[in-house]
């Protein structure tokens, strides 16, 4: 007997940024987080749980639907959160895993967001454990990649700290609006779309090195408080300032990381500098990036065209990847294998 199951699921773009971790292995953040679900940068996971003995096996889809083993690094921390996830489900089954991302993986477009949380559903489908958003969030968020944690929601999320002495399990990622409330869109400006030097896991372990780091917490209280505000009233004007004071202290603590890491290439800033001009020309475009080069440009949908042709002919972009708010995963019966 198998039973197959495939899920698509989005990755999602911080807005107030998690960045270091009181507990890396399970990712319990040492601050919330708030995030927007992406819609078409996604990873489309299929998972079969089978009775036949045999190891677990983590196979990578090419574009043109080849599959592949995935490599050594990537199915050392998938292989954990299988066995964790079938220990939850109380199956012995083995399971085969294929996967692939709509975009360049681990270049700054939270594909561990995306990857683990399809992982993390599309195999509890298969072990046939039925997960409640709020449950599904943890064991996401348990595979390590905390970002995960908000991609298995739609809309707007936030992922609070766990109240004191619920350390554990608790911080789950809850939808503050849904994907309706408001049509935000996420012009992803790719200026590198090889995998970046430093994963997020080794920037969040050097987080508290920075001198900055300390102050930051300080800081963050008021902005979730305005991002949130901001994001009830739908004001662009009012979210978009805070996000870019997010995406630059991001930077300044891994510039300022011991040994420090280096994410932004000289096009990210050609970029950033071209939406401020685009404001200074009436447009409100705000720009924000991960642990990555890339930069996201959040603006109204009704503006990400114009956007888009500005900044694609901006020296060093090597594309652009419209996106936008979604609605967050989604089952599939487009299997993989
Ligand atoms: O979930 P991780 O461990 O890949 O960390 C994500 C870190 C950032 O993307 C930079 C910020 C965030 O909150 O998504």
Same mark, same amino acid.
């Given at each position: ?11 999602? *773009? ?6 270091g ?68 489900? @109380? ?15 681990a ?12 992982l ?16 599904a ?6 595979? @390590? ?9 739609? @809309?707007?999320?936030?992922?609070p ?11 789950a990622?809850a939808q ?6 408001w ?30 780091f ?7 209280? @008021?902005r979730?408080?305005?991002?949130? =505000? ?6 662009l =004007? ?22 420090? *890491? ?27 990036? =991960? ?7 959040i603006?109204e949908e ?8 500005e ?14 708010v ?6 599939? =019966?487009?299997?993989?294998?």
């Open positions: 007997m198998s039973q197959k199951h495939t899920v698509i699921s989005p990755a999602n *773009i911080a807005f107030v940024k998690y960045w971790a009181r507990d890396l292995e399970r990712a319990i953040p040492v601050q919330p987080s708030i995030s927007m679900t992406l819609r078409n940068a996604v990873s489309h996971t299929t998972v079969e749980a089978s009775d036949a003995s045999g190891p677990d096996e983590v196979l990578v889809a090419a574009e043109d639907g080849t599959l592949a083993p995935a490599p050594p690094a990537f199915q050392e921390r998938i292989l954990p959160h299988l066995e964790r996830l079938r220990q939850r489900a @109380g199956s012995t089954a083995a399971l085969k895993v294929a996967t692939r991302n709509s975009f360049p993986s270049a700054g477009i939270a594909s561990s967001a995306s990857g683990f949380s399809a993390t559903l599309a195999t509890a489908g298969a072990l046939g454990l039925h997960l409640e958003p709020r449950e969030s943890v064991l996401a968020r348990l595979s @390590g990649s905390g970002s995960a944690s908000r991609s298995v929601m739609g @809309g707007y999320v936030e992922w700290v766990a109240s004191h002495g619920e350390e554990s399990d608790e911080a990622a503050i609006a849904d994907a309706g409330h049509q935000l869109a996420d012009v992803i400006v790719l200026v590198e779309t090889g995998p970046k030097d430093v994963s997020s896991l080794g920037g969040h372990r050097r987080a508290t090195t920075s001198p900055h300390a102050r930051r917490q300080e800081l963050l209280p @008021g979730l408080e305005a991002v949130r =505000d901001a994001i009830r009233r739908r004001d =004007d009012a979210l978009g300032p805070v996000v870019e004071e997010e995406a630059v202290e991001l930077h300044l603590i891994t510039m300022s990381s011991k040994p420090p *890491i280096f994410y932004w290439q000289p096009a990210t800033l050609a970029v950033m500098e071209a939406v401020r001009r685009l404001r200074e020309e009436g447009l409100s475009a705000w720009y924000t990036m =991960d642990a990555g080069a890339n930069v996201h440009v603006c009704t503006a990400a065209a114009a956007v888009a042709s900044l694609r002919g901006v020296p060093g972009v090597r594309g652009i990847l419209p996106d936008g979604g609605a967050g995963p989604r089952v599939s =019966d487009e299997d993989l294998f």
